[in-house]
């Protein structure tokens, strides 16, 4: 899939940034996310997962913003992953009206509950403040359209992998998108919950 393909706000950003054409794991993945399918990104570092992971976000969400309820789920490893992913969105987002809000374990959770009340389109999670949210109904997933886990290598540690599996039981219908450089253990085990229906794109 070329970037050519991809709604006009986001072919025009990539041309901003410099991208202009896709690769190879790039390539591959992103003409199967836009078609709806579950899947398992596979790749070493370098290969574009992360660019690949933004691109399909705006993509789905139209490059736009819309009503409250936050449309895209992103669980990452600890608070600096998720400043980080925030911050690459926002390299992207700048001429969007696109809504991003990182959740991370520190800050306290009623108040992260007002922010996202408010309204937001892509939440950045940790597991453990993520499931929190669930639990203290701290976010609405009515409008869910992707639920992402970026670098899922962090799965090994029990409390994370523990945490991420109780919450798609909450989820009605969505999209979920998992990458990784690799095929561990507890990501092998995700294809016994909600990614029993997926495709693999593995590159090495």
């Known amino acids: 899939m070329s970037f050519k393909k991809l709604n006009t706000p986001l072919t025009e950003t990539l041309e901003r940034l410099g991208y202009e054409n896709p690769l190879p794991f790039q390539k591959k993945v992103l003409s199967k996310i836009k078609s709806g399918m579950n899947l398992f990104g596979i790749a070493p570092e370098g290969s574009g997962k992360t660019t690949a992971l933004i691109i399909s976000v705006i993509q789905k969400l139209e490059s736009e913003s819309f009503e409250d309820a936050p449309r895209a789920i992103i669980v990452v490893k600890d608070k600096e992953a998720a400043l980080e992913l925030e911050d690459k969105f926002k390299t992207f987002t700048r001429f969007m009206d ?19 009340y408010e309204g937001v389109d892509i939440v950045i999670a940790t597991p453990n403040k993520l499931f929190k949210l669930f639990k203290a109904t701290g976010i609405n997933v009515s409008q869910l359209k992707l639920f992402i886990v970026d670098d899922a290598e962090f799965l090994l540690k029990n409390s994370a992998y523990n945490d991420l599996i109780r919450i798609p ?36």
């Open 98 to 116: 696109l809504r991003i809000f990182s959740a991370y374990d520190q800050p306290d959770l009623d108040m992260q509950k007002g922010e996202i």
């Open 169 to 204: 039981p909450h989820i009605t219908k969505c999209q979920y998108l998992i990458f990784s450089t690799e095929f561990n253990s507890k990501i092998e085990r995700l294809k016994d919950s909600f990614m029993a229906h997926s495709e693999e794109v593995v590159m090495k």
